[in-house]
T-cell receptor
Framework: GENVEQHPSTLSVQEGDSAVIKCTYS??????FPWYKQELGKRPQLIID?????GEKKDQRIAVTLNKTAKHFSLHITETQPEDSAVYFC????????????FGTGTRLTIIP | DAGVIQSPRHEVTEMGQEVTLRCKPI?????LFWYRQTMMRGLELLIY????????DSGMPEDRFSAKMPNASFSTLKIQPSEPRDSAVYFC????????????FGEGSWLTVV
C-alpha cells in the first residue's frame, strides 16, 4: 500500500517569512495529492490539492509543487501570518476508483510574531 | 449544506462498555470514511464505504471494531468492548468521489475510555 512520509515534524518561522513542508510517497500510481490544515481542536480542512498531470498549483499565498519522477511534493506558504499556525498534513491517493487517502504524519507550523 | 455531522462530540466511557459513534455524510456524497487520530499514530483510515458498501476495511484494528452504513445518509462505528487504548478522536468524512475527490471531515468524536 501507499506510504507517505512528511518532514519536518515541527517548523517555526518568523511572521512574513516563507514556510516549506515536504512529503514523499511510495506508490508511483498515486495521482492525487491534497494538503489539509488542522487547527487545534478542529477538523482537518483542505487548503489545496494537486493532480499528477500538473507540476505546480498556486492559490494566493499557498503553492504546491509535485515531482512525479522523484515521488515528492511540497507545500509552500509565503508571507506567513499568525493565523497560518496549525498542523499541516499531506496525503496521497493511489487507486483510481478507491478514494481513500493515506496521510503523512503532520507538520506543526508555528508563526512567530 | 451543514457538512458532515457526527455525534456524540465528546464521550467518556468505562472500559468494557460499548461505544457507538454516528455520522451523517454530506447529502449526495457517495463515499464515506472513518478515520482515527491519535498523537502516536496520526490520522489512520479505519474503513471506507462507497455507495453504502464497505470497500476497504483493512484499517479496522480488530474484531472489537465494526462499522455499518445502512443507507446513504447514516453510518455507525461501534467499539465493543472498549479499551483505554481506543481513546482518540474519530473523524467521519465524506466525498463526492471522482472527479473532484475532495474529502470533507466532520468535527470529530472525542472518545475517552477510562
Amino acid at each position: 500500500g501507499e506510504n507517505v512520509e512528511q518532514h519536518p515534524s515541527t517548523l517555526s518561522v518568523q511572521e512574513g517569512d516563507s514556510a516549506v513542508i515536504k512529503c514523499t510517497y511510495s506508490d508511483s500510481a498515486s495521482n492525487y495529492f491534497p494538503w489539509y490544515k488542522q487547527e487545534l481542536g478542529k477538523r482537518p480542512q483542505l487548503i489545496i490539492d494537486i493532480r499528477s498531470n500538473v507540476g505546480e498549483k498556486k492559490d494566493q499565498r499557498i503553492a504546491v509543487t509535485l515531482n512525479k519522477t522523484a515521488k515528492h511534493f511540497s507545500l509552500h506558504i509565503t508571507e506567513t501570518q499568525p493565523e497560518d499556525s496549525a498542523v499541516y498534513f499531506c496525503a496521497a491517493n493511489s487507486n483510481f476508483g478507491n478514494e481513500k487517502l493515506t496521510f503523512g504524519t503532520g507538520t506543526r507550523l508555528t508563526i512567530i510574531p | 449544506d451543514a457538512g458532515v455531522i457526527q455525534s456524540p462530540r465528546h464521550e467518556v466511557t468505562e472500559m468494557g462498555q460499548e461505544v457507538t459513534l454516528r455520522c451523517k455524510p454530506i447529502s449526495g456524497h457517495n463515499s464515506l470514511f472513518w478515520y482515527r487520530q491519535t498523537m502516536m499514530r496520526g490520522l489512520e483510515l479505519l474503513i471506507y464505504f462507497n455507495n453504502n458498501v464497505p470497500i476497504d476495511d483493512s484499517g479496522m484494528p480488530e474484531d472489537r471494531f465494526s462499522a455499518k452504513m445502512p443507507n446513504a445518509s447514516f453510518s455507525t462505528l461501534k467499539i465493543q468492548p472498549s479499551e483505554p487504548r481506543d481513546s482518540a478522536v474519530y473523524f467521519c468524512a465524506s466525498s463526492l468521489g471522482q472527479p473532484t475527490r475532495t474529502i470533507y471531515f466532520g468535527e470529530g468524536s472525542w472518545l475517552t475510555v477510562v
